[in-house]
């Protein structure tokens, strides 16, 4: 199956310092999705993108729509302890038809 | 509201022997619904989905089957695990704008 290319693949960062990840892929998409797996856990959506240059918020998080419809980012600003887990893309497109394909995950490390 | 659920949340079966995760989906109808498995690295590796009762697709040919016996209701099986079956399997739905919603897992330990 189709898996996007996600990075980084770890972060360690002090309490308090913004976080950029981001997920490309070799197929255009409609929708990208965003999720953070705590472990031992199901993932749990944070924000769904539906346009190209489509810029979401949730709380501190932040994620957007590449124009390309390759691509999507996700920022996270001022990381405290909790937002330590493993963050995953995921995206659907004409290609992928009902299905959605994830990315190889992202694993935050919060330093207090 | 809708909730989708599965289990067993745990499991140990010894190699040889069969599986069957469920995973039920409630407050809604006809939804779309996969299986996918998260193994010892992180991806999350799509294994089968069906749009309706009785219609499965298979991404990965291998040692496991899924049925839909029911409209909210999906069957992960196998008849004789192999030791790489273990991992972590995740139900999940789809709802209507394209967004998919998994379930709390099943860790399945094959010894």
């Known amino acids: 199956g189709q898996q996007l290319n996600q990075s980084p693949q770890s972060m360690f960062i002090q309490e308090g310092e913004d976080v950029s990840m981001n997920c490309t892929s070799s197929s255009i998409f409609n929708t990208w999705l965003w999720y953070k797996q705590d472990p031992g856990e199901g993932p749990v959506l944070l924000i769904a993108?539906?346009?190209?240059?489509e810029l979401t918020s949730n709380g501190r998080l932040t994620a957007q729509f590449g124009i390309t419809r390759k691509d999507s980012f996700l920022n996270i600003s001022a990381s405290i302890p909790s937002d330590v887990g493993i963050y995953f893309c995921a995206g659907q497109g004409w290609d992928t038809g009902n299905q959605f394909y994830f990315g190889t995950g992202t694993s935050l490390t919060v330093i207090p | 509201s809708q909730t989708i659920h599965q289990w067993p949340a745990t499991l140990v079966q010894p190699v040889g022997s069969p599986l069957s995760l469920e995973c039920t989906v409630e407050?809604?109808?006809?939804?779309?619904l996969y299986w996918y498995r998260q193994a010892a690295g992180r991806g999350l590796q799509l294994l089968f989905y069906?749009?309706?009762?009785?219609?499965i697709s298979s991404e990965v040919p291998q040692n496991l089957s899924a049925s839909r016996p029911q409209d909210r209701q999906f069957i992960l099986s196998s008849k004789k695990l192999l030791l790489s079956d273990s991992g972590f399997y995740l139900c999940?739905?789809?709802?209507?704008?394209?967004?998919?919603?998994f379930g709390e897992g099943s860790w399945l330990t094959v010894v």
């Open positions: 069906s749009v309706g009762i009785g219609q």
């Open positions: 999940a739905w789809m709802m209507e704008r394209n967004t998919i919603y």
């Open positions: 993108l539906y346009k190209a240059g």
């Open positions: 407050g809604t109808s006809n939804p779309n």
